[in-house]
């Protein structure tokens, strides 16, 4: 069970950390194309915010180094 559970952590992990880098992308995109003001860019910041957060919980516990 408990490798199963570290399984699961490594694999949210990988998944946040895949999401904050794709939105961070898409943000710079339309950033570059002058679109900080659209609803889709707001939505992607708030994203990212909540993103931040979560991988904020995995470095508290010692969980993600601090380079991320």
């Keep these: 069970m408990d490798e199963k559970r570290l399984e ?3 694999n949210m992990l990988k998944a946040i950390l895949s999401q904050y880098d794709s939105t961070v992308e898409k943000m710079a995109k339309l ?3 002058g679109k900080e003001k659209t609803v889709t860019y707001r939505q992607l910041f708030a994203n990212k915010l909540q993103l931040q957060a979560m991988l904020s919980y995995y470095r508290t516990y010692g969980l993600l180094e ?3």
């Design 8 to 10: 699961s952590f490594e």
């Design 66 to 68: 601090n380079d991320g």
């Design 31 to 33: 950033k570059a194309e």
